[in-house]
């Protein structure tokens, strides 16, 4: 299980003021969580603050009772990973970026080329397997990170608007891709999104982080 713990996060280290604060739920494997809540609320920074790109103020983020410290950030990150909203990805094909995680020793596990090519068909980028991916449009490279934090395997994904460069028909392919791994392999998902619709139809359970605004904290249920 993935668990955040009495979660306290500031914007600016400097500021006394945190954005949210006593927060607390967990993860488990194959469950699809959602984040939502207003513009500047703080979804972006928890996902950052989880995947150990920020730190708290307090509280702890564990993976199945360890911390990342003790689990090694390495081995934690490849375990744990974090799709930004900007896509980003690097000059060459979209295979090549497909596998940068595997050259920086990232990703738990090889890319399997079947599997890169059924995912991708998923997602209706099959056909710019050979493309410059610096090329693509916004929302084809949105898919291209998806899937590239996918195929390296991780235990959950943090997903930071997923959708918001997409149409309804990708919309709808990245909620099968979605629905395939947390139901096959048991992959946990934390969604951020602006869009309650879509994490009210996607998600399991969803969290409003305008109730962890300090002074009218709620504990989401486990």
Not at 140 to 159: G, N, T, W
Not at 163 to 184: C, F, K, M, N, P
Not at 193 to 219: E, K, M, N
């Amino acid at each position: 299980m993935l668990c955040v713990d009495q979660l306290q996060v500031r914007a600016d280290p400097s500021k006394v003021q945190a954005l949210f604060t006593g927060l607390s739920f967990v993860i488990k494997p194959g469950e699809a969580v959602g984040l939502k809540g207003p513009s500047g609320c703080g979804k972006t920074t928890l996902l950052r603050s989880i995947a150990g790109l920020i730190g708290p103020a307090s509280g702890a983020v564990t993976l199945e009772n360890r911390t990342p410290a003790e689990i090694g950030w390495p081995s934690f990150r490849r375990r744990v990973s974090l799709v930004p909203q900007r896509p980003v990805v690097w000059d060459g094909s979209v295979w090549s970026n497909l596998q940068r995680p595997n050259a920086f020793r990232s990703a738990s596990h090889a890319i399997d080329p079947d599997h890169a090519d059924g995912t991708l068909e998923l997602v209706g980028l099959v056909d710019k397997l050979g493309e410059q991916a610096t090329v693509l449009s916004e929302g084809e490279r949105q898919r291209i990170c998806l899937v590239r934090s996918l195929l390296a395997r991780p235990d959950f994904v943090l997903l930071d608007e997923p959708t918001s460069a997409l149409d309804g028909d990708a919309v709808r392919r990245i909620e099968d891709l979605l629905i395939r791994e947390t139901a096959e392999r048991g992959l946990g998902i934390l969604v951020a999104t602006h869009a309650g619709w879509f994490a009210d139809r996607f998600c399991t359970r969803v969290i409003d982080l305008s109730d962890y605004i300090p002074g009218r904290q709620v504990v989401a249920d486990a």
